[in-house]
């Protein structure tokens, strides 16, 4: 892990193939311990961790909460609805004031693109000593998820060795609404890291074709792509032909909220069209797995029947690999390179 040099995590385009190594063999490492009750761990004991969500969250917001407490660090959640920024406190100003209280890491989720790095960013010209870790902004990244999307995918292939090498040259489809998901644009940079041909499928309102070259060069602002080699990604409308040999298929949520021209005609023609189903899926040629990082919206992405098969989905294991997950992006930003603190308690059984 010495090679870690991130001092925040705000997009995986800066990440490089030894990060993502680092971030999965950390993650297996936890996910094989057992840290809950007595047996949590004292690695970020008397540390601070802050969550921000300035919108609505179920699973990111609780995932994080959970890592810090299983690594023994204290939580403060701040709300937007009861906070002073009812009462016009700059958003900076109210950072500053858990930073004043001693928080170490920020879990900064906001609807505005580029958010948790103005504040990365605004903290760091202070010369805080806090990391800022990106939530989810706007439509641009959503680090956490697309990590813990890539660890549940390697962990599909490679049970017992979840490495970035699981990935290479399988085939990833990400089907429905690629414009507003931010989850497709880190789970874009994270599987064609690692060696994964990925095919968008969608209608062009909600994929535009533009998508076939986002991972073609850095975004604005990042000088070079730490990955020499990305795996292909095409665009692909009809979702049968999508679905011919993929090795596992992600469906995103049409995120309503986002949209605001009439993007789509009907739900039930989406359905029609874009909708998984286990006789869509038989089209792949095999028995694959089919993701979603929730909310689901049953009938529309999936049907109800797909989401609850154990055999198939892996939403409820995502969910699950994001606790693992996230403890690790902690470690890593809270705790840096020091291993010796990964040893249970010695009150642990
Ligand atoms: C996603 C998000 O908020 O970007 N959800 C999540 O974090 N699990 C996707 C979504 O809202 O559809």
């Known amino acids: 892990m010495s090679d870690w040099t991130h001092r925040h995590v705000l997009d995986l385009a800066a990440f490089s193939l ?17 840290t809950s009750g007595a047996r949590k761990l004292p690695a970020l004991q008397g540390r601070l961790v802050t969550t921000l969500f300035f919108e609505p969250s179920t699973r990111t917001r609780s995932s994080f909460e959970l890592a810090a407490r299983r690594l023994s660090a204290d939580v403060v959640s701040f709300t937007p609805g009861s906070s002073s920024l009812s009462k016009g406190e700059s958003l900076l100003d109210t950072v500053r004031t858990y930073v004043a209280m001693g928080a170490e890491l920020l879990v900064v989720r906001h609807r505005a693109t580029a958010v948790p790095q103005q504040l990365a960013e605004a903290l760091d010209a202070a010369g805080e000593q806090v990391a800022v870790l990106n939530g989810g902004d706007g439509l641009h990244s959503h680090p956490s998820q697309g990590l813990l999307d890539l660890f549940t995918l390697a962990r599909h292939f490679a049970p017992e060795t979840p490495t970035p090498a699981a990935l290479q040259g399988k085939r990833i489809v990400i089907v429905g609404d690629v414009l507003h998901s931010r989850v497709a644009r880190s789970n874009l940079w994270a599987l064609t890291a690692c060696g994964a041909e990925v095919v968008l499928c969608g209608p062009p309102t909600l994929l535009p074709e533009a998508f076939a070259g986002f991972v073609a060069a850095p975004p604005p602002g990042q000088a070079a792509d730490p990955v020499a080699q990305r795996g292909a990604v095409r665009v692909e409308r009809s979702l049968d032909a999508a679905l011919q040999g993929a090795d596992a298929v992600m469906t995103l949520r049409l995120q309503q909220e986002r949209m605001h021209q009439n993007l789509l005609s009907s739900l039930d023609g989406y359905h029609q069209r874009y909708g ?65 603190s990964l040893k249970p308690s010695s009150s642990s059984p």
């Open 18 to 34: 030894a990060d993502y190594a680092t971030v999965l063999e950390l993650a297996q490492r936890f996910r094989a311990m057992p």
């Open 276 to 340: 998984l189903s286990h006789a869509r899926l038989a089209r792949c040629g095999k028995p694959v797995p089919v993701l979603h990082p929730g909310p689901v919206n049953r009938g529309v992405e999936m049907t109800g029947a797909l989401l609850d098969d154990p055999a198939l989905s892996l939403v409820e294991e995502q969910v699950r690999n994001g606790i693992p997950l996230r403890m690790a992006l902690l470690y890593l930003l809270v705790a840096g390179s020091a291993q010796s």
